[in-house]
């Protein structure tokens, strides 16, 4: 019987994998795992789970940078709470891939501001936690706040 991590993976996770890897956000996933003592293994959708992190930042269950989903537990343990989490990684790892490697981090920086001062929340409203499925990521969607006259 072959795993989910085995199977061909479709041509859209084939290009994004290729993507991620030139725009060198996959190399500084890896590089970020090793460092911070995580377990590597190939995992579904051409992505590499990397499990037992050490490092207190981020935080958050689980965060991927290129193609690399990294957790301080296991993606097991993350499944139980959220079966979908593998699925709003995976999204996340294609937002790394259209904005084309490291400027994701300062568009998210700054998707996360918006959200925190629209609701007080730093996912509830950020475009690429929506994008990849708030609930799938063990997030939850509070209303905007009231504005100010």
Do not use: K
Not at 66 to 77: K, S, Y
């Amino acid at each position: 019987m072959s795993t989910a991590a085995s199977r061909p993976a479709p041509a859209a996770a084939r290009l994004r994998h290729v993507l991620n890897w030139l725009n060198l956000a996959t190399p500084l996933g890896l590089a970020l795992a090793r460092a911070g003592g995580a377990r590597r293994r190939p995992g579904p959708m051409l992505l590499t789970l990397a499990e037992g992190y050490r490092w207190p930042f981020p935080t958050g269950g689980a965060f991927t940078v290129g193609d690399v989903v990294i957790t301080r537990t296991t993606v097991a343990h993350l499944q139980r709470r959220h079966p979908r989490v593998l699925r709003h990684e995976e999204i996340h790892s294609r937002q790394w891939a259209y904005c084309l490697g490291l400027p994701f981090l300062p568009l998210y920086g700054l998707a996360m501001g918006w959200s925190w001062l629209r609701t007080g929340d730093r996912a509830a409203r950020c475009f690429f936690e929506r994008q990849a499925g708030l609930a799938d990521g063990g997030y939850r969607d509070v209303p905007l706040r009231a504005r100010r006259p």
